[in-house]
Nanobody
Framework: QVQLVESGGGLVQAGGSLRLSCAAS????????MGWYRQAPGKQRELVAH???????KYAMSVKGRFTISRDNAKNTVYLQMNSLKPEDTAVYYC???????????WGKGTLVTVSS
């Protein structure tokens, strides 16, 4: 059974930093593309950052230069370092796993990030 467990969310002031973690189990982590998505109230879920099995990354334009995604295959964990946070970054952040060459997507339950102005 695949499980993705996010942690690290919380309340932070604008300009602050948070580091999200997503611990994966039940899958072969190193062959999965991993992503962080977010969903703000009343909005659709959107891609924030993505890292493929070869460590290539991509970011939403709104977070480029402020957020960094990374992975540790030995720990089956993907991270999202978030710096210079803005109130508009407030959302529930979800971890996603997509096995290479597969249409399957696994999701975590999310962690809430709240940025106060």
């Amino acid at each position: 059974q695949v499980q993705l467990v996010e942690s690290g969310g919380g309340l932070v002031q604008a300009g602050g930093s948070l580091r999200l973690s997503c611990a994966a189990s039940g899958l072969i982590f190193r062959i999965n593309a991993m992503g962080w998505y977010r969903q703000a109230p009343g909005k659709q879920r959107e891609l924030v950052a993505h890292i493929d099995p070869g460590d290539s990354t991509k970011y939403a334009m709104s977070v480029k230069g402020r957020f960094t995604i990374s992975r540790d295959n030995a720990k089956n964990t993907v991270y999202l370092q978030m710096n210079s946070l803005k109130p508009e970054d407030t959302a529930v952040y979800y971890c996603n796993a997509n096995p290479i060459a597969s249409a399957i997507n696994y999701w975590g339950k999310g962690t809430l990030v709240t940025v106060s102005s």
